[in-house]
């Protein structure tokens, strides 16, 4: 709402028209994710040195930045010029239906005089709506959000913001999942509505002395929201609303210099701790050759122009570790006892946030860990170059910034400004093998290989089945002049051994499952369930010899007729005695 005015009183004298002067202003921030715009929960570094240059690179004036972050030059020393302006800015989030307060500094008189104050209220709510259709038949469901944000500045006034957003989706009938998601469900991603609404305070016609001093004004914001899903007899609804307002104060005095039209140049001084990050005008990145330079150039081309948010991000170096270890369980997990392997060789590589591309190296130590320190926000994948001896893959693991996994590489891993990322693993197994013999199972055929009963080669063997990472699995060997044979670096899984080929003169005798277990058939041993680095033998083909043919004889007998339809007939039957 518009401040109601005072009574004008004839008797005092009537002001001159003047300009508002113009103003150079941004923030200096802490970019977490490195993309040159400030983001919500991206704070302000206080006190951070930004100086005003003019064309030539002159020096003009100095100023440090607020608790926000925020700085603003207002005036060129070097010039007498018309009436200018200081803007004061606070900002305000939070959860809604709460009342947040805060407060900008009143205008210094010292400065000049004040001829107006000028309030503007940049007021938004943030709104995520889900919602699961869970009735058999398809719904419409309406998703509103209906607040307010009201800011009360001091005891002047107040203004107020009405915040609406609706939103119709169709959802089909339950899929059966509570996912918020598919044909019968329905996730908005982040919805934001706002407004800005002002009010101006004029010298003579308002009293102002609420803002002149050297203190603070005092500002309270309110957000009240009511949020809904409606439509569907059985719908869950899940919403979540937040609010975030900022207040920005713009004094307008006559001072004793003021920016003049033309080219400047702001300088910025990086903060302990802090690398240049990127540069942004408008808060929109996109200012070529800025990365490095600590420097933004502004061009002002009238005494009423304002140029804003003119910010610089500055971010921290930032590191990512893991181990590479022995996954004795083969489930992905880092567990107490599971030892680390030295000297595996790692490599990361990726865009850092200024798209410079990186590449570097280390190795895992004693402990098999490893870290890559002293990174820059960016987006990266790890790759494991080297293979330890004696193990196999097993299951590689993202850590705690997230990223996705493949085969000896983990990827998609978005490292934020100042992140310690952590367990970003990969794990290795023992390799698991499957023996047994071929072998002649003597005169008991009792499917026991014992003592005296040789062994017997050349004969075909072949294992089947499926590993642990799901890969089809097909091996072949011959069985050694001992008889045996085996398949070794196999992978966890489920196998089945065959015998592919008889011993010549033999015969099938009785197959037998081994240490591992499984189930024997013929010339087959089946399911046979293999954990990592398991090692199982006695898988056994017994083999009997082959009867010596006996030389038949013949006889011829005469069988006796069988009536057929009334009829009789007889046939010469041989038999093989």
């Known amino acids: 709402m518009t401040a109601s005015p005072l009574p004008r009183n004839p ?13 150079i202003s941004g923030f200096v921030y802490h970019d977490l994710n490195g993309n040159g ?33 925020y700085y603003e030059f207002n005036h060129d020393p ?22 947040l307060t805060g407060s900008v500094g009143q205008f210094d008189p010292s400065l000049g005089t004040l001829t107006s104050v000028e309030i503007f209220y940049e007021a938004s709510l943030q709104t995520t709506l889900k919602a699961e259709n869970i009735d058999p038949v398809g719904a419409t469901v309406a998703l509103a959000l209906d607040g307010d944000m009201t800011l009360q500045v001091a005891n002047v006034g107040s203004l107020q913001a009405a915040l609406t957003l609706t939103e119709t989706r169709q959802l089909a009938a339950y899929d059966g999942n509570m996912d918020f998601a598919g044909a019968s469900g329905v996730d908005t991603g982040l919805r934001t509505v706002g407004d800005t609404k002002s009010m101006k305070l004029v010298a003579g016609a308002n009293d102002l002395s609420a803002f002149i001093g050297t203190g603070q004004v005092s500002l309270t914001s309110t957000a009240d929201a009511d949020s809904s899903a409606t439509g569907s ?23 004793t210099a003021g920016l003049q039209p033309g080219n400047y140049i702001i300088r910025e001084q990086t903060p302990t701790g802090y ?35 003119n910010n610089f991000g500055e971010v921290q170096q930032a590191e990512v570790c893991g181990f590479v270890y022995h996954d004795a369980n083969d489930n992905g997990l880092r567990e107490g006892g599971e ?75 978005r ?91 033999y015969l099938d005798g009785k197959d037998t499952a081994g ?11 089946q399911n046979v369930s293999v954990p990592a680095g398991a090692h199982g033998v006695e898988y056994n083909f017994g083999e009997l010899l082959a009867a010596t043919p006996t030389p038949p004889t013949e006889t011829i007998t005469t069988p006796t007729p069988v009536p057929i339809n009334g009829s009789t007939f007889s046939k010469r039957l041989f038999v093989r005695s």
């Open 78 to 99: 070097t010039v007498i010029t018309q009436p200018e302006t200081l803007v004061r800015e606070t900002s305000f989030s939070g959860v809604t239906d709460n009342t």
């Open 233 to 255: 007899g059985n719908l869950a609804a899940l919403i979540q609303t937040s609010s975030l307002g900022k207040a920005r104060v713009v004094y307008t005095y006559n001072p």
């Open 415 to 505: 490292l934020p400004s100042a992140a310690h990322g952590e367990e970003y693993n990969f794990g290795h197994i023992r390799p698991a093998s499957i023996s047994g013999f071929v072998y002649y199972d003597g005169a008991n055929n009792n499917g026991i290989r014992e003592s005296g009963e040789v062994g017997l080669v050349g004969s075909l063997v072949a294992l089947t089945g499926t590993d642990s990472k799901g890969q089809f699995v097909y091996m072949t060997t011959y069985s050694g002049a001992d008889g045996s044979y085996r398949f070794d670096n196999l992978l966890p899984g489920v196998y089945t051994v065959v015998q592919v080929t008889q011993p010549l003169g």
């Open 37 to 69: 715009i400030q983001d919500a929960g991206e704070g302000g570094l206080a006190n951070v040195q930004v100086t005003l240059h003019n064309a030539q690179g002159q020096f003009l004036v100095s100023t440090t930045t607020n608790a926000n972050g």
């Open 339 to 413: 030892a680390g392997l030295a000297g595996v060789m790692l490599r990361i590589t990726g865009y850092d946030y200024a798209g410079r591309a990186v590449d570097q190296s280390t190795t895992s130590a004693a402990d098999g860990s490893y870290c890559f320190t002293n990174m820059l926000p960016g987006q990266y994948q790890i790759l494991k170059t080297t293979q330890p001896a004696g193990y196999l893959n097993g299951k590689d693991t993202p850590g705690t910034l997230g990223g996705a996994a493949t085969d000896d590489m983990l990827y998609d891993i």
């Open 11 to 23: 008797s005092l004298e009537t002001l001159e028209d003047r300009w508002m002067p113009s103003t």
């Open 275 to 309: 690398q240049d990050g990127l540069e942004s005008q408008g808060n929109v990145f996109g200012i070529p050759g800025t990365v490095g330079t600590d420097e933004l150039y502004v061009t002002l081309t009238s005494t009423t122009q304002n140029s804003t948010l």
């Open 515 to 525: 240490s591992l277990g499984g189930v024997a058939g013929y010339e087959t041993v």
